[in-house]
């Protein structure tokens, strides 16, 4: 072709470039965090959780939010703290010196108390499901606990087991992490309000597996039910040793022991046996949780497990913020928080002074076909 021929499309070409330019610098990546286990036993939390960021992140993208005349494209940032409270805070700083000011997670509130205090130096929104009360202790203004605490979990697994399972002597058994440690704590200053009596408490890992011996120092005491403050990993062969030990008692438990994973590992020993309390309100038929867990199955395969709307739910909150703020400056977005609710698929989202969640919902379920079935909410 001649060049007098191409010098029209030459010049097309160059005026779409130019275009293209101002069009691209009306972009602004927002990236959001997640830090969880993505390996070891609490693994499939881990990824749960992350698939709820993900797919608030995907739905927030295309809604085409801005702030500041810019359109926010947002992306995920996940990495692997292990539920170790080491690398949880070797994540905490990569993130803060990778200036990312948003971030959901971790999981477990051993990593939530040391980690908070990095979040809060680099002045990132943490947003987290860490249950152990001193989580919010710490008076750090960007920190939001987005699901119910161990008091509030504990308390209701103490008042069920009192006013409807109608128990009087109760063993309790943690796994001496934080998590663990904190909900049992919890469990026991209701029980004992309730006029329940603890017959004895024991203390395992969250890597044990064998717990034979502290089941067998339990089942001489004759509880009527043993409350399990730890994780589904631990929990699931334990209830499987309390039947080989002819030990009658229900095992109870929190938010963590209603994950799916208590169904795949403790097979039919878990039916109408396990009880645990979680965070969030009875998911009913054509509520806007049904629906969530609906487009979750659809996106991932697999159904929700037990914090993935929260996770949802929070990230979605963010973007809100942004969008009615304006801004994506961490304070900005972290007064909005404070100052407004959210009216999410697990919970209404409104924060107190400290960041905890107020009037969170609690659901105490039982097990029937190796599934979670909710039976109260408090």
């Keep these: 072709m001649p060049w007098t021929n191409r010098r029209p499309l030459f010049f097309v070409a160059l005026a779409g470039l130019a275009l293209s330019g101002p069009a691209l610098a009306q972009e602004q990546v927002v990236r959001i965090g997640h830090t969880g286990p993505l390996s070891g036993p609490n693994a499939y939390a881990g990824k749960d959780n992350e698939n709820g960021v993900r797919l608030a992140i995907e739905e927030l993208n295309a809604k085409k939010l801005t702030a500041g005349g810019r359109t926010l494209k947002f992306e995920l940032v996940s990495e692997d703290d292990q539920c170790d409270p080491k690398q949880g805070v070797a994540v905490a700083q990569k993130f803060v010196d990778s200036n990312v000011k948003f971030v959901l997670g971790p999981y477990c509130s051993g990593v939530a108390i040391p980690a908070s205090r990095v979040y809060d130096s680099g002045d990132a929104v943490l947003s987290t499901v860490g249950t152990n009360p001193k989580i919010t202790q710490g008076g750090y203004k960007n ?65 044990a597996t064998d717990f034979s011996a502290i089941l067998t120092n339990l089942k001489a005491r004759q509880p009527d039910v043993v409350f399990y403050g730890g994780y589904a990993p631990q929990a699931a062969p334990m209830v499987q040793q309390m039947k080989r030990l002819a030990i009658p008692a229900k095992l109870l438990g929190g938010d963590t022991l209603c994950s799916p994973e ?14 645990c309390a979680q965070s969030g309100a009875i998911v009913k038929d054509g509520s806007p949780a049904a629906a969530f867990r609906t487009r979750y199955k659809a996106r991932f395969n697999v159904d929700a497990d037990v914090y993935a709307p929260s996770y949802y739910d929070q990230t979605m909150f963010l973007g809100e913020a942004m969008g ?52 109260a909410s408090y």
């Excluded at 002597?169 to 009596?197: C, M, N, P, S, Y």
């Excluded at 208590?262 to 009880?275: C, E, Q, R, Y």
């Design 143 to 207: 920190l939001f606990r987005i699901v119910a605490s161990d008091n509030q979990i504990g308390a209701s697994m103490a008042v069920y087991a009192a006013q409807v399972l109608k128990v009087r002597k109760v063993g309790v058994i943690d796994d001496r992490t934080a998590f663990g440690q904190g909900l049992a704590e919890e469990f026991v200053k209701e029980a004992e309000k309730q006029g329940l009596t603890v017959v004895g408490k024991e203390f395992t890992t969250d890597k």
């Design 262 to 275: 208590m169904g795949k590992i403790g097979g039919d020993a878990v039916n109408d046996t396990v009880f």
């Design 324 to 375: 009615r703020t304006g801004s994506t400056d961490p304070a900005k977005v972290s007064e909005y928080l404070h100052k407004n609710s959210h009216q999410g698929v697990a919970a209404s989202y409104a924060y107190d002074a400290q960041g905890n969640l107020q009037k969170a919902p609690v659901t105490v379920s039982t097990f029937k076909g190796g599934k979670a079935t909710p039976l």
